[in-house]
């Protein structure tokens, strides 16, 4: 299987270049399955809720995902990606997953990091696993990362790889993530932005870009620079996260103790 991310610097706002500027590197690289960041058409930095609303969309009726169900189709791969969801008066900092024959589904990011409160609703769907071709992958959103939870509810739904559209600004994401990866013996997919947005005179948002392939031991199969917009894929085995096993007598999943994983 081959899987990719593309490092992107949306401007903030500006739906359509920003999705101009991604069909072409869509359409550049033959992969089964592309990550694209976290809120990659609209930009991160919405000051309120009013705004957010403004630039959501609804899935799968609006532009941005019509757009790269069109271009899935085309180029006949998978795509997952990081859009605002327009649901009634709601928002969500949602993801969409996009196979070669259509809309597979969404999910919402359930933990919203610190300004995102005030723009978006807390993510209210469960954690799913989608089938892209022969793998099962599941989707976490940024910061869903610092939640162990998150991962391994995905891993123990039957996960084989994690989709992460992120927009990245504290420093610790791309080395903890390999943590992630060894714990659940997954692939993770982060595909991160880079740039910077200031929409207010004191506030002003670096991203970190390191987009990365994490394998289920833990090596980073590829890695991004920390500025520059990127792309790359790589070819995984899939095969190798079904694999629970650590030594002839661990296993990852059948030594669990959930019985005693209960707060007293
Ligand atoms: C983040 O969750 N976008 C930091």
């Given at each position: 299987m081959r899987v990719g991310f593309i490092q992107n610097n949306p401007v903030f706002g500006k739906i359509g270049y920003n999705l101009s500027k991604i069909e072409p590197l869509l359409s550049q690289y033959t992969v089964d399955l592309m990550v694209l960041p976290e809120l990659f058409s609209t930009g991160?930095?919405?000051?309120?809720q009013k705004e957010a609303l403004r630039h959501s969309e609804p899935i799968p009726e609006g532009p941005t995902t019509q757009t790269l169900i069109r271009i899935s189709n085309k180029n006949k791969t998978s795509i997952i990606a990081g859009i605002a969801e327009r649901y009634g008066n709601r928002s969500y900092n949602a993801a969409v997953i996009i196979g070669p024959n259509g809309y597979l589904g969404k999910y919402r990011k359930i933990h919203l990091f610190d300004t995102e409160k005030n723009c978006f609703d807390k993510g209210d769907l469960p954690l799913k696993v989608f089938n892209i071709g022969s793998a099962r992958v599941g989707v976490m959103i940024c910061f869903d990362w610092r939640f162990p939870e998150t991962a391994r509810t995905l891993a123990l739904s039957g996960a084989d790889l994690i989709a992460h559209p992120s927009n990245l600004v504290l420093p610790h994401c791309p080395q903890a993530i390999i943590t992630r990866c060894l714990e659940n013996r997954i692939f993770i997919v982060t595909a991160n932005r880079v740039g910077t947005e200031k929409r207010t005179p004191n506030n002003s948002l670096n991203f970190i870009g390191q987009s990365q392939v994490v394998d289920p031991d833990g090596d980073v199969l590829c890695r991004a620079s920390e500025k520059q917009e990127e792309t790359k894929v790589v070819d995984i085995d899939i095969e190798k996260s079904r694999n629970k096993y650590i030594n002839s007598s661990d296993d990852l999943f059948t030594n669990r103790r959930p019985d005693l994983y209960r707060l007293q």
């Amino acid at each position: 299987m081959r899987v990719g991310f593309i490092q992107n610097n949306p401007v903030f706002g500006k739906i359509g270049y920003n999705l101009s500027k991604i069909e072409p590197l869509l359409s550049q690289y033959t992969v089964d399955l592309m990550v694209l960041p976290e809120l990659f058409s609209t930009g991160y930095h919405f000051l309120n809720q009013k705004e957010a609303l403004r630039h959501s969309e609804p899935i799968p009726e609006g532009p941005t995902t019509q757009t790269l169900i069109r271009i899935s189709n085309k180029n006949k791969t998978s795509i997952i990606a990081g859009i605002a969801e327009r649901y009634g008066n709601r928002s969500y900092n949602a993801a969409v997953i996009i196979g070669p024959n259509g809309y597979l589904g969404k999910y919402r990011k359930i933990h919203l990091f610190d300004t995102e409160k005030n723009c978006f609703d807390k993510g209210d769907l469960p954690l799913k696993v989608f089938n892209i071709g022969s793998a099962r992958v599941g989707v976490m959103i940024c910061f869903d990362w610092r939640f162990p939870e998150t991962a391994r509810t995905l891993a123990l739904s039957g996960a084989d790889l994690i989709a992460h559209p992120s927009n990245l600004v504290l420093p610790h994401c791309p080395q903890a993530i390999i943590t992630r990866c060894l714990e659940n013996r997954i692939f993770i997919v982060t595909a991160n932005r880079v740039g910077t947005e200031k929409r207010t005179p004191n506030n002003s948002l670096n991203f970190i870009g390191q987009s990365q392939v994490v394998d289920p031991d833990g090596d980073v199969l590829c890695r991004a620079s920390e500025k520059q917009e990127e792309t790359k894929v790589v070819d995984i085995d899939i095969e190798k996260s079904r694999n629970k096993y650590i030594n002839s007598s661990d296993d990852l999943f059948t030594n669990r103790r959930p019985d005693l994983y209960r707060l007293q």
